[in-house]
């Protein structure tokens, strides 16, 4: 019979020792090698296919045919072997490329805000969202806007509460407070209603230690309007402490006295360090004092331009220094403008 | 100042606990800073609110004791034995108090003294150990005798420091009781509010507690009659400026010898922060503690021998040229002409209303005293006290307003009080001038006043009736309330201005806590946008962005300081605004140079980091000369030097941080603020490297300047080992805001594709890269949408003097795809153009 012809003998033998050779082909070099050997020119199946024409006329259809299927069945296992051996390579590659992940990170330069900048920004927000908008005044200032027009006349008592540096230039001093702006603005505005935030460096003759500083940032409010209360002063600053300290934050406004607001208020938040108990940070008292805040006096309006008898407006005052410190526990005040990287980059 | 509660009960009933008094006073505005307790129990609440500290003395423990007799210790001369009654039984107990040595061995005392008693268990403070350290009495055998109790010095019951002897008390202490009960006290530290000083007294505390509590005010008595001879004809007053002292008032008390107060007495002024001296210098701080008008004590014999045995004339007037006085503190002061004097006619005896002098001077051999209770202008005063440096309790009252109808009550009320404490006749009447009365304002406060500022609303009477707590004759007519202010202050004004000291006072005794708080229903007002405060913001986020640390440095500076960021041998820099005084002389003016601090801040950090990149954001100050207040631009400075990147373990190497680091950084913040047409020139900024530095425009206004800092000034700043050179820019960011866009248009993406072509162009050396780039923009129009140099090439094939630019262009049309043709067009023309404006050749 045809099938007795010598060639499929031969193809069945490749067939049968090609497939267990393709098993013991570890890597890529050995499955070429493979190739070239059983899928090559030279190979029985190709030979099979070049010598066809040798072969009886009538049997070369069945050797055809059969040598396609060899050749088929080679080639497939071939790609069966030749995936795996991709896998195995891929899976012994990743197992080598193994990394070491506790090493750090490649360091990279970072800018950060200055803290001071970061809390002022966030009392900026505050402020914009509760109507204030921010209204800047100098901060080298005229005896008059820094003492005189707002009610403290020389040598009042009062002068006693700032401790101020003067300038060689007479009648000019650094300004101790940022409430000047408080007539700047009105001078500025009248005849409108004011809301605005006054905010900016102020100054003390003092000598620096770790509560106190020679320059230091206040944030005041001033608004005037026909229709401004009491009421108005304590509801807006305990929705700014709320917003500042936490919604369920307790607040005091107890009676205090400044030359510029009557009645003069200060308001307290409750101590969120120990949250009422007493420590260290509120020196046993269960309270922080945050801002002192009062009724625009008489004589206030008066100067930046509006009649006493038809406007009424309240102003207050806070140190973002002040809160800073009680926020992060900063237990110096210098560290602020000595601008110890090791101190800035505690903040983002 | 030091209130002991005990003391305030003589004008006010209180049952109150210790913590709700402290609350009250707070909220009267007499903010209390802490509590010390003295003997009394504290309440433990739930809401701590105040600072308490102190000793509580067991009622059963210790108590009122009396000692019979005094006997000696048979092993020991320092220790005496007392019999010793506690009200339950007799005892021997033994100490060493050197103030029972004198009654050793006398017998049965005649008149028992009465002491404070511990007995066995009582916790008290350890009188032989610094400060005040807790310990519980214990039984002891003490040079062979049993000792299991004691009698205490003040030290050891926490009323002061004082140890050399034991407490003695009145004679009228009663024996068996708990000690706490006799003279357990509480002492609250208050804070006086500079218009509140009719309140740095008992009294004015009394008055505020009465009317917040709604108590009624027991005053101290204000008529009597002594029996002595009357003072008419003693002595005589002679006020030359009214203005300066509007009244003066004198008695008289004779036959005096001065003794100490009872303990009761000296123990409240030890209290209130005062050292007992003797019962006639007791009575006065007594008095000023309580009524709050500062007295002086004359010898009347010293003036009378001044005056020659006459009836001393007692003037006031202010210094004469040169004047000198010794006052009580032993020290020689030049007076001012403006300081106020009590005089006689033989000279200066006392600084009016500050310190008297030393020849005047009440001493233990004083027998008659001339008591001068007056009131002196205010503001006249302060200036003395600043002038020289002279504080007391006298001049605190009076620099701030001592209302004149207290001198003669608070003149006959001493008296009085000296004659109780010790013996002394007392002359009737007083000498009185008061030229200058003061008139108590009269303030109308209508309801209508009450809820447009206060927000509340009172009736009249419920107006007039706050305020008749504090002392107000209030008069209710119809809406309105005519208040007139009570003679013991002087902080209410006229009009407008007394309305809103009335709302004050209104306000407070109502209570803030009882205003109901409200949002504000006023219309917002008009808007007014701070683009400055804005163009400030969005520069420090993109610098911040970009990896800078942000610092805020000291405006306070000196010209050495300033001088550093300019090379050896410049000019000064200036003119400054100059402190008058400053508080040390590195900070003694106003920077000009925002650079020079942000370079202290890199020298101050150079050994801590290898990468240091900083900026800051802030005024500058230039005086001018038609203004008295400077020009205050805002600056922003950079500086940045050190590595590019940071060392990390692989060890890889990094390159030195360079000019073209720093531009990167100011051309991404001025494109981050829209700012277009920004150019860059050579510059000579005698702070930078004359080769490296460059003037930063928008079109034909200067945004400032940047480069690397000149050898010789970065020389003057001792950065460490770095080598590495320090780059810095100095920008007029007031000038920022007018080249930013009103608004910024976004553009639309392309949806053509782009064709990219590389071009390469040799040119001069000389010629900046800007300008053959500028070229190619104008040559290609709008059809270059991108122009980036990619390679700068120099080598000997070019020729020497020469330079190959080597750029990326992007090609692009809105509209539609580019054809071959459009490219090659368009590359022709910019060669072309670089080839006839620039001389330059292609590259092949
Ligand atoms: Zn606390």
């Not at chain 2, 005084?581 to 140079?593: D, K, V």
């Not at chain 2, 490296?692 to 080992?721: N, Q, S």
């Not at chain 2, 049309?813 to 620039?838: A, C, G, K, N, Y």
């Amino acid at each position: 019979m045809s099938e007795d012809h010598e060639i499929f003998t031969r193809l069945d033998q490749a067939q049968a020792a090609a497939l267990p050779a393709l098993e013991q082909a570890g890597d890529e070099a050995a499955l070429q090698a493979w190739k070239t050997a059983h899928l090559g020119r030279s190979s029985a199946v190709m030979q099979a296919f070049s010598q066809l024409g040798q072969a009886p006329k009538e049997i070369r259809p069945a050797i055809g045919q059969r040598a396609n299927q060899v050749k088929l069945a080679l080639e497939s296992a071939f790609a069966i072997r030749s995936q795996a051996i991709k896998e195995q390579a891929l899976q012994r590659a990743l197992q080598q490329e193994k990394l070491d992940v506790t090493l750090p990170g490649r360091p990279q330069p970072r800018g950060r805000m200055h803290p001071e900048s970061r809390a002022l920004e966030t009392i900026y927000t505050i402020l914009a969202e509760m109507g204030f908008q921010i209204f800047r005044t100098p901060e080298v200032e005229t005896d008059d806007y820094n003492f005189s027009l707002l009610n403290i006349p020389a040598y009042h008592p009062a002068r006693d509460m700032w401790d101020t540096f003067h300038t060689t230039r007479p009648g000019t001093l650094l300004r101790t407070h940022t409430s000047p702006g408080q007539v700047r603005a009105m001078r500025q505005r009248a005849p409108e209603p004011i809301r605005v935030a006054l905010p900016g460096m102020c100054y003390r003759y003092e000598q620096t230690s770790a509560r106190s500083e020679i320059q230091f940032n206040q944030v005041e409010l001033l608004v005037v309007g026909r229709n401004i209360t009491f009421g108005d002063l304590k509801g807006t600053l305990t929705d700014l402490a709320r917003r500042i300290y936490g919604d369920n934050v307790r607040t005091r406004l107890r009676p205090s006295y400044f030359p510029f607001t009557e009645p003069s208020g200060e308001m307290d938040v409750e101590c969120f360090v120990c949250g009422g108990k007493g420590c260290a940070v509120c020196k046993n008292s269960g309270w922080l004092e945050i801002l002192g805040c009062g009724m625009v006096h008489p004589v206030v309006l008066q100067n930046g331009g509006y009649d006493p008898s038809e406007w009424s407006g309240f102003a207050a005052g806070m140190g973002p220094e002040r809160m800073s410190m009680l926020r992060y526990g900063i237990e110096d005040i210098r560290y602020f403008w000595s601008n110890d990287v090791r101190f800035l980059e505690q903040f983002s | 100042m030091k209130l002991p509660l005990s003391w305030l009960k003589d004008y006010v009933d209180i049952d109150l606990s210790v913590e709700d008094l402290a609350r009250v006073l707070t909220r009267a505005g007499l903010e209390v800073d802490s509590i010390q307790l003295v003997g009394l129990a504290a309440e433990t609440s739930s809401q701590h609110e105040f600072k308490i500290n102190g000793l509580t003395w067991e009622a059963d423990k210790i108590v009122v004791a009396q000692i019979d007799e005094v006997m000696p210790h048979p092993n020991a001369d320092r220790l005496v034995l007392c019999h010793l009654n506690d009200g339950i039984k007799e005892q021997v107990v033994l100490t060493g108090a050197p103030n029972l040595f004198q009654y050793r061995g006398t017998g049965p005392l005649p008149t028992p003294l009465k002491v404070a008693y511990a007995r066995e268990g009582a916790r008290i403070y350890d009188g032989h150990q610094p400060g005040q350290v807790l310990t519980t009495l214990k039984r002891a055998k003490i040079r062979g005798i049993e000792s299991y109790s004691m009698v205490c010095s003040e030290k050891e019951l926490g009323i002061s420091d004082e140890h050399e002897g034991i407490i003695l008390l009145d004679a009228d202490a009663p024996t068996g009781m708990p000690l706490v009960d006799y003279m357990g006290d509480a002492v609250f530290e208050i804070s006086i509010l500079p218009n509140m000083i009719r309140n740095a007294c008992v009294v004015g505390v009394a008055r505020e507690v009465a009317a917040m509590t709604g108590r009624e005010l027991r005053l101290p008595p204000a008529d009597f009659h002594p029996a002595g001879p009357a003072i008419a004809g003693r002595a005589s007053i002679k006020i030359t400026n009214p203005e300066l002292n509007p009244r003066f008032v004198l008695g008289l008390i004779e036959n005096v010898t001065p003794q100490p107060s009872p303990y009761k007495i000296q123990l409240r002024l030890r209290l209130a922060g005062m050292r007992p001296i003797n019962h006639v210098v007791d009575a006065t701080n007594y008095l000023m503690l309580e009524l709050g008008e500062p007295l002086h004590a004359f010898d009347y014999d010293v003036l009378l021998q001044r005056a020659g045995g006459k009836p001393p004339v007692i003037i006031t007037r202010t210094a004469n040229p040169g004047e000198h006085l010794t006052t009580l503190d032993d020290v020689d002061r030049a007076l001012e002409p403006f300081t106020v004097l009590v005089c006689d006619e033989a000279g200066a005896l006392s600084i009016a209303g500050v310190m008297g002098g030393q020849e005047s001077e009440v001493t233990s051999a004083t027998r008659n005293i001339l008591l001068e209770g007056a009131s002196w202008n205010f503001i006249n005063i302060r200036k003395t006290v600043s002038y020289l440096r002279l504080q007391s309790e006298a001049a605190y009252r009076f620099s701030r307003g001592i209302h004149p109808e207290l001198a003669p009550w608070g003149v006959q009320l001493c008296l009085k009080r000296m004659s109780d404490w010790g013996e002394g006749v007392v002359a009737s009447g007083l000498i009185d001038s008061y030229p200058a009365p003061v008139t108590d304002p009269v303030v109308t406060l209508s309801e209508a006043d009450v809820t447009r500022i206060l927000g509340i609303q009172l009736s009249a009477a419920e107006i007039a009736a706050l305020l008749r707590r504090l002392d107000f004759t209030c008069t209710v007519e119809g809406s309105s309330v005519m208040a007139k202010t009570p003679p013991h202050r002087l902080d209410v004004g006229e009009g407008v201005v007394g309305k809103a000291d009335l709302l004050e006072e209104v306000a407070r005794i109502y209570g803030y806590d009882n205003i109901p708080a409200r949002r504000m229903t006023d219309a917002l007002p008009p808007m007014h946008p701070n683009p400055v405060l804005e163009t400030e913001a969005k520069v420090r986020e993109q610098l911040v962005v970009l990896g800078l640390q942000e610092v805020i440095t000291y405006r306070l500076t000196c010209v050495e300081r300033e001088a550093r960021i300019l090379p050896p041998g410049a000019e000064a820099p200036g003119p400054y605004i100059t402190l008058k005084n400053p508080i040390a002389p590195e900070r003694s003016l106003m920077r000009r140079h925002l650079l020079a601090s942000v370079m202290e801040i890199v020298e101050r950090n150079a050994r801590l980091r290898e990468h240091l990149a900083f900026f800051e954001i802030g005024p500058v100050f230039f005086p001018r000369d038609d203004d008295p207040l400077p020009d205050e631009p805002t600056r922003l400075a950079i500086a940045m030097t050190g590595k590019r990147d940071l060392a990390g373990w692989d060890g890889a190497p990094s390159a030195n941080l360079d000019f073209y680091d720093l531009k990167a950084v100011i051309e991404s913040l001025l494109d981050s603020l829209h700012i277009s047409g920004v150019t860059y020139t050579p510059a000579a900024a005698s702070s930078y490297h004359p080769g490296k530095c460059a003037e930063i425009r928008a079109g034909d206004v200067v945004l400032g300047v940047m480069g690397e800092l000149h050898p010789l000034v970065r020389a003057h700043y001792d950065l460490g080992a770095s080598s590495a050179p320090v780059l810095a820019a100095e920008l007029y960011l007031e000038r920022f805001n007018g080249c930013r866009p009103a608004r910024v248009l976004a553009q639309s993406v392309p949806v053509f594709p782009p064709v990219l072509e590389d071009l390469a162009v040799v040119v001069d050396e000389s010629t900046p890269s800007a300008v053959v780039e500028e070229a190619i923009r104008a040559a290609g129009g709008k059809l270059v949408t991108a122009v980036r140099l990619f390679d700068i090439f120099r080598g000997e094939q070019l020729g020497a003097g020469k330079k190959s630019l080597a750029y990326s262009l992007t090609y692009q049309l809105p509209d539609r795809t580019l054809t071959d043709s459009d490219t090659q067009q368009v590359r022709q023309r910019i060669i072309r153009r670089l080839e006839q404006d620039l001389g330059a050749k292609l590259r092949a």
